[in-house]
């Protein structure tokens, strides 16, 4: 178990889900020298760990979510002191709404937590046919849910956390899945509500594209309004 550090940074500016990658395109123009954990690449390759920064759209509105190094290099676009972005055919002056900074305790617990998953993308070309193969919903649900405890144990690798007991997670809820366009690639998305004896942070990304608003992850018992 482990203490991370949190930084929420909301901007009073609408933003469309097709316009996240545009939104983190607009802060690297501003970053001619961004530190790798504002983009996950190094030089031509990737950088191969959950997102220490990303790009989203919360209650309709741009925002950046930092967690551990991310906080810190976050600091890189203030340093910057100009906030007119170009996103899409836009010209758009963003306007901080708030900044939260917090410190979630990340740990196995022997009680459960209850969550949504929002635009949760939980397959790649290979485990998305082997998916569409199993023709019960108790066989999907399983799946759905070991892939779901995979995303989780990602997240906490990244954040340099291992838990000494089984991570457990239970699927409640599975609204129709749909399709969405991520790196110009057409993939499901799924919304759900899920238990897990794992304590995790509010509006944190889970699954595929996380760095650029997918997967958002909520706990169904607090107010994310605040």
Known sequence: MRKIRILYIRFRNELQNNEI????????????????????????????????????????????VCLEAGTEAVGELFSAGDFSFRIGDRIVRMEIDSIKAEQVLIQLWDTYFTYHLHRW????????????????????????????????????????IYFDA???????????PYWIIYKGVRMMAFNISFKTNVSLPDNVGIGKGVSLGNGILHNATRNFNQ
């Open 121 to 160: 993308l939980p397959f790649n070309e290979e485990n998305y046919k082997a998916y569409q193969q199993l023709e019960g919903l108790a066989e999907r649900y399983g799946f759905l849910e070991k892939k779901l405890t995979g995303n989780i144990l990602s997240l906490a690798k990244g954040l340099d």
């Open 166 to 176: 089984q991570v457990l997670c239970k699927i409640i809820e599975v609204e129709s």
């Open 21 to 64: 990658e545009m939104f983190r395109g607009a802060v690297l123009s501003k970053l001619p020298n961004a530190s790798v954990l504002f983009h996950n690449h190094v030089n031509d390759n990737f950088r191969y760990s959950y997102p220490l920064i990303q790009y989203k759209r919360l209650f309709g509105k741009a925002a950046i």
